[in-house]
């Protein structure tokens, strides 16, 4: 693009910095929309977001001969995006017979932890369910792993939350010849 071709490196870098982060973001909220079965939408955030990359990974290309640090920004990019790690977590965590132990330290952490009890292949298991922040997620789960060093746990993000009460009227099954 002539527009960069005359621009200083440093302000080449930036812009390429500042690519990658629309880049990577516009995946996160195009990814996002496809869960939530916003198809065409989802399609249009694709477009903008390949857009963006081929002209930030372009110029990187063709600018390379200018300085080694145009790839660094673009790898700077991505870096910055995961720092940010914003949002809402779901940590559901699977433990052996240190399940109260692991939900002590939690509580201790100031987290809410729910926990239910079952049976896996090797015995008895507790399954604790807690909700924290993305960036605290590495403290949540080093403090349960230091409980139980057999921890199995997963990482589902959301994005609202509230409580609506009981429901007012009956649900599943049951509820079938009640309708009128």
């Known amino acids: ?13 930036l812009a390429i910095f500042l690519f ?10 195009r990814t996002i929309t496809v869960v939530h079965g916003r198809v065409p939408v989802s399609v249009a955030i694709g477009f903008f977001e390949v857009l963006v990359w081929v002209i930030a990974v372009s ?17 700077a990019g991505i870096a910055l995006e995961r720092r940010l790690a914003l949002g809402t977590v779901v940590v559901r965590m699977i433990t052996g017979g240190q399940g109260e132990q692991v939900a002590a330290s939690l ?22 369910f807690t909700a924290c922040r993305r960036r605290d997620l590495g403290r949540v789960v080093t403090a ?11 990482v589902d993000r959301f ?19 009640k309708k009128k």
């Not at 693009?1 to 870098?13: I, N, R, T």
């Not at 110029?59 to 790898?75: E, G, N």
């Not at 792993?145 to 199995?152: I, K, S, V, W």
């Open 59 to 75: 110029q990187v290309i063709a600018q390379l001969d200018r300085s080694l640090f145009l790839p660094i920004a673009y790898a």
């Open 159 to 177: 994005s609202q939350a509230t409580y609506l009460g009981p429901l007012p009227h009956p649900t599943g099954w049951r509820a079938i010849p």
């Open 1 to 13: 693009m002539p527009l960069f071709d005359a621009a200083p490196v440093w302000l080449l870098a």
């Open 20 to 29: 990658r982060i629309v880049d990577v973001s516009l995946g996160t909220l």
């Open 144 to 154: 349960a792993a230091g409980q139980d060093e057999r921890l199995f746990f997963t």
């Open 107 to 128: 509580r201790g952490l100031g987290y809410d932890v729910a926990t239910f009890g079952g049976y896996g292949a090797e015995g008895e298991r507790t399954l604790l």
